[in-house]
């Protein structure tokens, strides 16, 4: 599997971003694609994550009500619509797959269920 990530850039706060992540390569058939970030001098948390067959989401608390995710199967991509964007966003967002083989919010909590990672797009977020 290979991930691509783009949509990233330089933003106000409050303004909003949304991000692709193409999918191709060779699939399982049921998986998991999340959403993560890195901020500088930070490890890596969980921001969002949808299974591909039954579109079930997870959202960490400190994006919920802000950030949209969604799975475009037609076009391979998954997309994280960003509003109301603050400083606090300011990362790397990668996005990574996984065969499912739990719940979403099991997988989502756990990084070791992801194998295939994108390199990242860069987000931030001026005051």
């Known amino acids: 599997v290979q991930l691509v990530e783009s949509g990233g850039g330089l933003v106000q706060s409050g303004g909003s971003l949304r991000l692709s992540c193409v999918v191709s390569g060779s699939r399982p058939e049921h998986q998991v694609i999340g959403w993560f970030r890195q901020a500088v001098g930070k490890p890596r948390e969980r921001v969002s994550c949808?299974?591909?067959?039954?579109?079930?989401?997870y959202y960490t608390d400190a994006v919920k009500g802000r950030f949209t995710i969604s799975n475009d199967n037609a076009k391979n991509t998954v997309y994280l619509q960003m509003n109301s964007l603050n400083p606090e966003d300011t990362a790397i967002y990668f996005c990574?797959?996984?065969?499912?083989?739990?719940?979403?919010?099991?997988?989502?909590?756990?990084?070791?269920?992801?194998?295939?990672w994108g390199l990242g797009t860069q987000v931030t977020v001026s005051s």
């Open positions: 990574a797959s996984g065969p499912q083989t739990t719940t979403v919010l099991a997988m989502c909590n756990d990084i070791a269920y992801f194998n295939a």
């Open positions: 949808i299974s591909s067959a039954d579109d079930k989401t």
